[in-house]
């Protein structure tokens, strides 16, 4: 009966987590998925969130099925960090936002919205790009192509070919964009160069779909949003998908948000009403336990002001953790710049190791990174680095 159906080869990055937890090297780095480990090597429960979690279990309280947009609170919390707290588009009921499961249940509403609703519409993908941004277009029977992104010879961006290629593409065609901390490599636009990359959206009516899933681990939590933020001052119909995973550190509670700003109020209500019927058909409603803690974090002031404080602290320890990286390889191979450390952004790092250097990494040492070559740098800590240093310059000396 099932036999017609193909074996699973695993994913390139949640597989990793599998493997790492089977491997018994003492020495063992998990530098593969993306989440955030702190000085100690474990991931943290922020404060902000035990705070809110003492509320949610006292007094313990039944748990409805939520509305399918997810909780007001949580749909606001989206709202007021995307665009920010006094957005006019936000006084003017021009945002349609519903709550998610994950930035991954954003991105599968949003391409499933656009498959129905956009149905000649192609999405266009940085090259390199998220893997899961492919298999979810492509899983929604959206067409997926690719934008020159990367340039490996530079270690910078191919802007004026993207540029060239945008100009290439047809009305309502879907451009897939990271506003801040680039997946993989960490090589983010800078305002100009965003400003020309939304004037070619604008020219050519593409729809700019932003997927930021590391607000905050950037810069800061309003330049991180600068992509988003200037994209509505033009008056761009935008799509945005949000994660809490990382920045809220709650990966499993699985809390996202997917916003479409719109031209008018009816427009809003219309798309609104689509993302709830999309959301029904697809799982129903979204979890009620992450959305709460959601919701209190972002709408209790100094929960939110702890919250900000607490992901700049995630924030800086990874750039210490790079700025330690790159002196600590300069100074074991002379002459060899490792700049591309600290000029990248976020939570990854493109190395620019082969598969082969990061498959030896991984069985000889229990360094585990992505076989594309993207660190995790939240991975790294002054216990880890040095071992992770020695180990690359190993690898790399062949
Ligand atoms: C760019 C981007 N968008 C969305 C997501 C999904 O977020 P979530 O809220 O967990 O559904 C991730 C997760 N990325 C990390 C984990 C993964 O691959 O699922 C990663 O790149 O390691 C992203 O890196």
């Known amino acids: 009966m099932f036999e017609r159906i193909d074996y699973y080869a695993g994913d390139p990055i949640l597989g990793l987590m599998d493997k790492f937890a089977a491997d018994n090297n003492p020495d063992k780095v998990n530098l593969g998925v993306g989440v955030y480990y702190d000085e100690d090597g474990k991931m943290p429960v922020l ?73 000649q519409s192609k999405c266009y993908v940085s090259d390199p790009t998220w893997g899961n941004h492919i298999a979810i277009f492509e899983g929604s029977d959206v067409e997926v192509g690719k934008y020159p992104y990367y340039d490996t010879a530079t270690g910078g961006i191919k802007f004026d070919e993207m540029i060239a290629f945008f100009e290439t593409l047809n009305k309502d065609d879907v451009l897939l964009l990271h506003p801040c901390c680039h997946n993989p490599t960490g090589v983010d636009l800078t305002r100009e160069q965003w400003d020309q990359v939304l004037n070619v959206i604008q020219a050519r009516e593409l729809i700019p779909f932003m997927d930021i899933a590391y607000q905050g681990f950037g810069e800061d939590m309003d330049s991180d949003a600068y992509a988003i933020r200037k994209a509505v001052d033009m008056g761009l119909p935008l799509f945005v998908s949000n994660s809490f995973s990382k920045n809220l550190s709650l990966y499993g509670e699985r809390v996202g948000g997917l916003s479409v700003v719109c031209p008018t109020v009816d427009e809003t209500d219309r798309v609104f009403g689509q993302l709830n019927s999309t959301v029904r058909r697809i799982y129903s409603s979204p979890p009620s336990h992450g959305g709460r803690v959601v919701d209190i974090v972002m709408n209790d002031e100094a929960l939110h002001e702890q919250w900000v404080g607490e992901v700049y602290a995630m924030r800086d320890r990874i750039k210490s953790m790079r700025t330690k990286l790159k002196s600590v390889l300069e100074e074991k191979i002379p002459g060899r710049s490792f700049d591309y450390l600290t000029a990248q952004n976020g939570m990854f790092s493109f190395t620019g190791l082969t598969p082969e250097q990061v498959a030896q990494l991984q069985s000889k040492y229990g360094i585990y990174m992505v076989s594309n070559s993207r660190m995790c740098v939240a991975g790294l800590n002054s216990t880890n680095i040095d071992y992770v240093a020695n180990a690359m310059v190993d690898v790399l000396k062949d």
């Open 47 to 119: 404060e902000c969130v035990k705070t809110a979690e003492q509320r949610i279990a006292d007094p313990i309280s039944p748990r409805p099925y939520l509305p399918m947009a997810g909780l007001p609170g949580h749909r606001k919390g989206c709202q007021e960090l995307l665009f920010g707290k006094d957005a006019q588009i936000l006084q003017d009921g021009l945002v349609a936002t519903i709550a998610t499961i994950g930035g991954s249940g954003a991105l599968k509403v949003g391409a499933e919205f656009i498959h129905e609703w956009f149905p």
